[in-house]
């Protein structure tokens, strides 16, 4: 039966009137691959249900957070316990103690954490500290890294940005962005130039890219920043918001055993509800006021709700397995795309760590986000619409990553496999 959207397609024009391009995020207009957006309804384990009843294979999983994929049982228990207590207070609760707790336990660089709202929120903050605790105003970010929209890293950034082609958006001041060095992913050598002159506060970098797709860091590369900011006095920021979790329980920190002094973490931190945090360093930490002079705040900051939720996620994911589950499954399904590729004769490069992976209409290697941009992005536009078509919800950009969850099988990643042969075999 061919697919109806009339639903979604009455929600999206009645969405434009009031809501700019009628999405609160722009990636999710699906502009880049010439499609409209669905309107979603519901969501259940592994599976998305839009406005029209057509039912999906989600490969978002919100952008990251959904690692238990969508209404787990355990985490809206935990969500109605806490919502019984009120919903926002503004004061001091237990629960953020017990997730400071468990993050700090996740991570062990973080003698200290500070919960907020949002990822951006969490590398905004963690700049302002660095800058703070240094005396130091240049940051260092790499071409094609996304750390959410705050000014001065909107510069050169991937994921929307790049998708849409603004990476460096309108309505940044000049001075904004005038300390923002940006160098290429992966090149510890243009990192160490750029931190001669000892006047910078901050490199920050994603230690996994994946927001210019997914993009591993090459071997020595993390060792390297890590021994060039020691050296420099310059702090070295991973930002942990995507492989925070996802990656290993400690993130890609754990993964590859080098230490930075600030880590963000989010999306999976929230246990799919809105929640980030920055941590780090005691002695860095306690510049932030109220002990130091650097200043950062929210009204909604380790609200108990969500707090709730991403406890309960952290619990569930320590159980015994889940990582080498979540291997498992991103195994078959690399291989499944590979084999569905050369069935179809294209050059594709896939990057994956883990659950989350990236397929490249290049031949690759893909490892920083020049080598990124050579991907044929009419042909992955093509591909996304032939798997929409298909049931199969892929990120609507080339450059992001999809998700695994603990709640796709390997039937679904069977299925995922076969829509991407018959995508490729016949584009849309
Ligand atoms: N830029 C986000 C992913 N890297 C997308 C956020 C969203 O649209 O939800």
Redo the contacts with the bound molecule.
């Keep these: 039966m061919p697919r109806t959207y009339a639903a979604s397609k009455a929600l999206f024009e009645r969405a434009q009137r009031v809501i700019p391009g009628g999405v609160n995020?722009?990636?999710?207009a699906c502009r880049s691959v010439g499609a409209d957006p669905v309107f979603i309804a519901q969501g259940d384990g592994p599976i998305v249900t839009d406005a029209d009843g057509n039912t999906y294979i989600d490969m978002i999983g919100?952008?990251g957070p959904l690692i238990l994929g969508h209404s787990n049982a355990e985490i809206l228990d935990a969500i109605k316990e806490a919502m019984g207590m009120g919903t926002s207070f503004g004061a001091p609760t237990e629960v953020e103690v017990r997730f400071a707790e468990a993050v700090t336990a996740a991570m062990p660089v973080m003698d200290m954490v500070r919960a907020v709202s949002s990822g951006t929120e969490a590398t905004m903050s963690a700049l302002r500290l660095a800058r703070g605790a240094t005396g130091r105003d240049k940051i260092i970010k790499m071409d094609g890294g996304?750390h959410g929209h705050t000014d001065c890293l909107l510069v050169a950034a991937g994921?929307?940005a790049a998708t849409l082609g603004i990476p460096g958006s309108a309505g940044v001041p000049a001075g904004a962005a005038k300390d923002t060095i940006v160098v290429p992913y992966n090149d510890a050598a243009a990192v160490e130039q750029a931190l001669a002159g000892g006047d910078v506060a901050a490199v920050i970098v994603e230690p996994i890219a994946?927001?210019m797709g997914t993009v591993p860091p090459a071997p020595g590369y993390l060792e390297a920043l890590r021994a060039a900011t020691a050296k420099h006095g310059t702090i070295l920021i991973f930002d942990e918001v995507?492989t925070g979790f996802r990656v290993a329980y400690g993130g890609a920190t754990a993964r590859f055993g080098v230490t930075p002094d600030l880590v963000c973490v989010g999306k999976i931190v929230g246990g799919g509800l809105p929640a980030a945090a920055f941590g780090g360093r005691g002695d860095i930490m306690r510049h932030l006021a109220p002990l130091g002079g650097v200043y950062q705040a929210g009204t909604l900051s380790g609200n108990p709700l969500a707090m709730a939720a991403g406890l309960r996620a952290l619990e569930i994911l320590r159980r015994p397995g889940t990582y080498e589950r979540l291997e498992q499954l991103g195994a078959r399904l690399e291989a499944g795309l590979l084999a569905a590729a050369k069935a179809a004769g294209h050059d594709f490069c896939i990057n994956r760590i883990g659950s989350m992976l990236t397929m490249f209409f290049t031949a690759g290697p893909v490892t920083d986000y020049a080598t990124a941009k050579r991907a044929d992005t009419a042909l992955f536009a093509s591909f996304f619409r032939g798997m929409r078509e298909r049931g199969i919800f892929w990120a609507p950009s080339q450059f992001?990553a999809v998700f695994l969850s603990l709640a796709h099988s390997e039937n679904e990643i069977d299925e995922i496999c076969a829509a991407a042969q018959a995508s490729l075999a016949s584009p849309k």
Excluded at 25 to 28: E, H, K, L, M, T
């Design positions: 995020s722009p990636v999710r919100s952008w996304y994921s929307g994946g927001n995507m992001e």
